[in-house]
Structures are given as C-alpha cells and as structure tokens.
C-alpha cells in the first residue's frame, strides 16, 4: 500500500510537529522537572527513577500498538487515540501530588509517544517521498528540536522559562496540555484515513518496471528477519541510545549538581546536546542517499561511548563539552541509521512490523533509570551508572563492525538494498 496524499508535506508538517511536542514533553524535560518534583513532594530518587522507567516501559511495549492500529483504522485514527493519551498525560502530571499520579502520568505520556512519533511518522513518510533518507533526516531533526526546546522552556540562562517565570512547575504541564490538544487536532486532519487504504487496496495494481517488481519481489518476510542476527544488531543499537536517552535524561541534571554545576548549566547541557542532535540528524539525512547506514551507526555508537563516559566524571564545561557532542552525534544518527538499515537489509513489505518490533524490544532500555535510581540511593552516585551505559555501547559497537548483509535461506547471495523508490 502507498498513500497518496493531496498535501504531502502538509501531513509531514503535522507528523514533525506533533513529534516535537511529544519530544519537548517527555525524556529530557521531565529530567529537568524532576529535582523540582521530588523536592516539594517529598519522593525519593528510586521512585522518580521507576517513573522514567514506566515511561520508557509505557512507550517500548505499547510500540506495537500503532501498527496494529494503523492496519485496523488507519494512521488517522492511531492519532484520535495518541492524542487522548498524550492530554491525559500531561493533565496528570500537572495535578500530580502522589506518586501513583506521577506513575499514571508517565505510563500514559510513553504511551503516546509510541502512538504518534516513530512508527507512524515513519510508516507514512518511507510510502510518501522518494528521498526516504533525507524526509526522514528533517522528521527526526523536528523531533530532536523538541528535545532542545523542552528544558529551556522550562528553565534557561536567560530566566524566560516557564519556571523561570512562575515557580510554578505544574504551568509546565499546562502548557504542554494545551500543545498536545494544539498538534493533535493538526494531526488527525490531515494524516490518511482508513478509506485512504481500502480504497487504494481496491485499486488495479500499479504498472511497475521489471527491476522494480524482482526488487520487490525480494523483500524479506517478517518470520524470516527475526531470524537473522543482523536484526538483533540493529535493535540493540537503537535500544542502547534509548537506554542512554533515559538514563542521561532522568539524571544528569541532578548529577552534575551534586559535582558542584549549576542547575541552569546543566539544563542547557541537555538543550545543547539535543540541539547538537538535531543539526546531527538534518547532516545525516542528507549524507545518508551516498553513505552506507552501517557506518552511521558505528559513527553514532563510538560518539556514545565516549559522551558517556565523559558524563560520569564531569563536573564543569570541559567534559560537559565532550558529553554534548559525543552523545549529540550518537543521538543525530541512531535513529535514521536504525530506520534505514532495517529498511536496506530487509525490504518495504515487513517494515511497518519490524519497525514496531525494534520498538518493542528496546523496552529493555526503561531498566536503565529503575537500576540508576537504586544505585544513587544505594551507593551515592549516579556515575556508575553511566560507565555501564558506555560499556553496553561499547560491546554493540564491536558486534557492529562485523555485522555483514543478512543472507535468506536458501539464498546464496546477500539480501539487496531495498528499491528506494516509492
């Protein structure tokens, strides 16, 4: 099925925009809330580590959800429902006075991520453009944006921040409730209906090319990927940047803290890495159409082990700086290295599910800030934690190198680059 849209890049307008704010709203932003959070409420830093991990929960296992609901009422009605979750959210986390509010709160926010992001940014955008690489490069650049805007609109040098204004963390949440409504309604009008697909189903099929019909023709199945090791490298290394994601976000800021950095420091530490990330990921998209995904991902993974390692010892600008731009690096090209490499090692026709699968699996990722909550009330410090983060990524790193084009059975030669041709 390919979508045929009379607003294309109206739709890829309201896909990036709504990925953007469930971007701001969600990892970095709540690590900038949080010290807040736990303070006036009394909470120690294992429950606020278990809310970071119902939220990376929440968004891995629900990855699933928005391929089975795209299949069943199209990408138009996933968004009704992400929409729903992400203002029930956000409500939640500004009326919050109770940990199981907080709880709630988080669950329903990764929810909606996994809803409205990834998985159906990705499944519409690969149908509609012919430059797969670099409409994805600009999608994941919005997103990245989201990450930069969130903690400064909370706090910033310039003491503009919504916090900066009111002292006021609850008028946060407010504001992302009213974006949420905002970017949901943009979504839902113009993202494809169910009829789009049954209609086109209905349809004759299209007149291709030879070439294109025996590069289609020798698209992977689902069953048969999952059997590749190739797919588990590919997982395991969008998994490690999420885990990396979560735990960095959950914690930096109240880590550098207690290395004697300012909290307005640190939050621009955060901004900064995502700002890097996001030109990252515009360079990549483009640069993606002539090098291979493969070597953005071992570029992506080699920055992330020393951003991380630099983390766990900082305690002013110079290792700050190293942080910034490993972890900046790694997070510009992890994503579009993931989603294209699924996409030239396997094929158009299992995408959606892998995709979602890949999702799913990195779940793995939301024990990260559950075991670095224990392990700052258990032994005082958070930067064991993410020596063991740049370790992970370490030993995907040495699996990468090595990783080759997966083979089908019964096939002698390497699976093909997918047609990258709509």
Known sequence: MTYRLAHPWLTFSALSFIFFVISAGAFSSLGVVLPEMVGELGWNWKEAGFGYTLLGLACGLASFIPAILIR????????????????AGFGAMAIAHSVWLYLLATALIGLSFALVSTVPGTHVLNDVFKNRSTALGIYFTVGALGGVVGPVFYTNRLNIGVYDLTHNWRLFWVAFVILAIVAGLFAIATTPK????????????????PGQMLEGLKDWTVRNALRTPQYYIVVFGYTTYLLINTTAHGFAVEHLKEHGVSPKDAAAMLALEQLLGAVISMIGGVIGEWISAKAMMLISLVALTIGMAALAFADGWPLMWVYVVGVGIGFGLSFIASTILLFEYFGKKPNLELFSIMCMISTSAALGPAFGGWARDTLGSFSGMFLLCSAISAVVLFATIFMRSPVRQGSSEPAPVAERVS
């Open 194 to 209: 169910k009829q789009d697909e049954s209609q086109h189903e209905a349809l004759p099929p299209e007149q291709v090319s």
């Open 72 to 87: 069943r009422i199209g990408v138009r009605g996933d968004m009704v429902v992400g929409t729903l979750c992400m203002v």
